[in-house]
């Protein structure tokens, strides 16, 4: 029809790959259903006429909420996890969900309150086309030939028209002629109407305010805005920074408020073929194709003549831009003739090779299948491990990455001036009522009594504004030190001066711990990894308490087969110490310290204690690890811990899938933590406290509906009378909230310990944010917990206050982290697997913390 | 697994689901058939398994998940020593806490938590059918029919209260107090996590 001749508009070279790439492309192409048109991942994708007036009308939030994050860029997801409302099930916070203790603090977010909204109704249509058109922006084109009917306002996605305003009868026709000449019957239907306190309402507002700042000129780059005209370029590391924005607005505790943060997107002023190039430098030829997919598979790419990102998947060594696909309207095409007409790009280099992105989307019962890139026009972009590590890079990035109180506050109020500047933008907000405050929102927040830190015959408060006790920790004897009668110190030749002095300084530093500690057994090894193994399989007795490995360099290799031994194998705790690190005679004594308490952790040992009112609690961490560029398993942390002062911990690991976020054994896993719990106590624990981090966004509703049921079924089966109180409270370290202290005239961070509970809050959780960690430059990002079950009966206060001590216990850091320590401690196990040992440990070390 | 892979959902034969969505589309399918999300178990190693209650012991027995429960078997050779009883430290004591929370829980309460105290050292394992041997660690402590058990089971009156704080019984391989591990039928998720 005519729908196909305007659909191929913003076609890209999209096409399905053939499976043998050396054959005739073309020959292999009618086995594979046509791509459709449209640029992936377009706004409006094209939605199939038939399934349309379905979702309409029925159940109208929902149908909107497809149209508005399915229909209009995002992926079938509700990011803000709308509709998940966990508080009314907790009984003891329907009232009132806010602590109470501490000393009050001026605070500003980086929110803006919506002063007014719509007061009219919006109404909502339903359009249809016959003969059936389908092209998106044709059907808008044919329907907004009647723009004196419909209004300046309006938003249309194809399919479903939202007005500000009645039209005169339920169902209107209307007749428009195309280009060819054809006439097109349009039926506007009136399908509902949504009162200005629909939510529904509020998922518009999002819609709007993503068109104004695309009117201001910002592009659009995963979720994020971002302005290309106005970019820092750092020309000595090739790399170039867009500023943008996050931005959502939601209903928060008291009233809708925009959320503005500032983003940064790091690119590469480098293609991807010019990364081949200096790669081809650098290695030998026959491993240019496996260094090539190693360091490009799996990065994002950006294609800057349509700002629009990729996944590497692939490298398609066999095609090149002279290769022809076939477009949706059945006409051949080399990507040479596509680019220049499509985007008036030019390929200069003929013979290189493309990138396969798999670009999954899903068009009705058709998926898209992979797009084809040329790497001379793909921008890399983000950081890899290399750069992230390189010192001098990250210095200078930070100057416009991480940004202080005042400076984020500035830039923050940067986007209200623009667009108080521009009149388009005034003009839209004016036609649909809308108006946000200019000022960023403030108020009172709470600053919790800093923890006083136990230790064995010892305790000592910290300074509360660095939240760090490393200099206190250092003279204090451990709560409970573990003997190093018999260990192996095991070295190359190159070497032997660090083990030397690691063994020297250990002697130092452990006798005001408390750890009394034998020479090592010396021995000196190959620098090849069979000589490391060899060496710990014939060395290793019965009564060895710990391994210590000096490495001569940060090679994974070495390192993953040591602790795959050492984890699976033959359990015995480890340290693997890289040489370099002991090298500075200043800093020795501090590093070899930091390195006594570590191995004392693994080997069982507890460093110090807080202050825990609750007698037989059982908290426990979760978190998981997935790497899905490598392809790797996905790994689910989970730990427990053991005794009342929080000091032991037992652990699990769950090893799923790939790219599986949402953990299946967890019924597993709490069974055995009981029953360890058991051995130690001799009874069961009365409460039992969740952390789970590592939820993403949109994934809130499944956690409470899949997690959560394994955690009470496992309860259920314990004993018929054991009903422990059980309160599940949901991780969240990536939230683009953001609090500044007002001190004097100016801003500054909050002070660890920084709770809120108010405002900046969703009604329909029990939520709050804590800032527990001290930052030295750049913003602190304050914590999300949302407890999403809770039969606990615990005031809010003591949650968080709850909450705010456990972040206190992460051994391997002497102060206040940013999640409770059993999160931490998660993580570290979970990437430990993931990374090297690919599968669960030995559970004869599951009541230390040999993963640290 | 290829997380690409699609499988079958228990709840309704019709839908192939990607191995990696799995999660999400049980929540919801689970929602929507009421009726056969009754008559399905979930497999006690993996909550993704889901099979009607017939065949639930049958897959129990051959479940690839199991050994989450029996990775403690693994008793390597060079850790003779650690295989034993975890020894408690006792050396330190934390000083006496300067707040209690328990005393300040809801004064709506209605019974404070069921504290289930006994000496036993091993507890019976879920399903305990003879295709789930319990390690042999677990069954070097007392027999459990000569465990003592205390209940600190407080009931809602005070009288009550008293009568069973520290009542001392023994408990019986079949006593229901205790041995209610043995899997009976596994209830539904409560109805208000159903949202």
Redesign the interface.
Known sequence: GTGRVTATFREVAQKTLPSHPSEQRQSLQPCHPPPLTEEPGGRGRQRGPQDAPKTLGLQISAGFQELSLADRGGRRRDFHDL????RQ?IE?VRESKTGSSGAMIKLIANFFRLTSRPQWALYQYHVDYNPEMEARRLRSGLLFQHEDLIGKTHAFDGSILFLPKRLPNKVTEVYSKTRNGEDVRITITLTNELPPTSPTCLQFYNIIFRRLLKMMNFQQIGRNYYNPKDPVSIPNHRLMVWPGFTSSILQYEESIMLCADVSHKILRSETVLDFMYSLYEQVEERRFRDACAKELIGVIVLTKYNNRTYRVDDIDWDANPQCTFRRADGSEISYIDYYKRQYNQDISDLNQPVLISQYRRKRGNVTVGPVVLIPELCYLTGLTEKMRNDFNMMKDLAVHTRLSPEQRQREIGKLVDCMKKDECVQKELRDWGLSFDSSLLSFTGRVVQAEKI?Q?GN?FDYNPQFADWSRETRVAPL??AKPLDNWLLIYTRRNYDAANMLLQNLFKVTPSMGIRMNKATMIEVDDRTEAYLRVLQQS?????NIVVCILSSTRKDKYDAIKKYLCT????PSQCVVARTLSKPQTALAIVTKIALQMNCKMGG?LW?V??????LMIVGIDCYHDTLSGKQSIAGFVASL?E?MT?WFS?C?VQ????E?V??????L??A???W???N???P??IIVYRDGVGDG?L??L???????F??CL??????????LTVIVVKKRVSTRFFAQAGGGLKNPPPGTVVDIEVTRPEWYDFFIVSQAVRNGCVAPTHYNVV?DT????PD?VQR?TYKLCHMYYNWSGVIRVPAPCQYAHKLAFLVGQSIHR?P???L??RLYYL | MDPEALVQCPYDKAHQIRVSRLPYHLVKCQRNNPQVARSLEVCPFNARHRMPRSELQRHIACCPDQRLLFNSQELSLCTGDQAKQPKVPVAWQAPPCQEDWEAEVDELEEAAPFILNTTVSDLPLEGDSSALVAPPNWRQGVGPAAAAVTTGHLAKGPDKQEQNRSRKVVAQPSSPAVCAWVAGAPLPPPAHLLI
């Open positions: 509709g998940v409302n966990t099930a003891h136990l064995a305790v709560i409970h290793i007795t019965p009564d060895t194998d033959c359990p015995i507890e204690s202050e825990i009112p609750l007698k037989q005794n002062k032991r699990r769950v899938s790939r790219g599986q949402i299946d054994g967890l019924k597993a896993c069974q055995t009981l029953r360890e058991f051995k130690w001799k009874y069961l009365s409460r994934q509703n499944t409470v509906n899949y997690e959560v049921p394994q009470l079924d259920k089966t314990v004993g018929k009378d054991y009903n422990p109180r079950y606990s009966k615990l005031k003591h709850l669960e030995n559970l004869l599951s009541d």
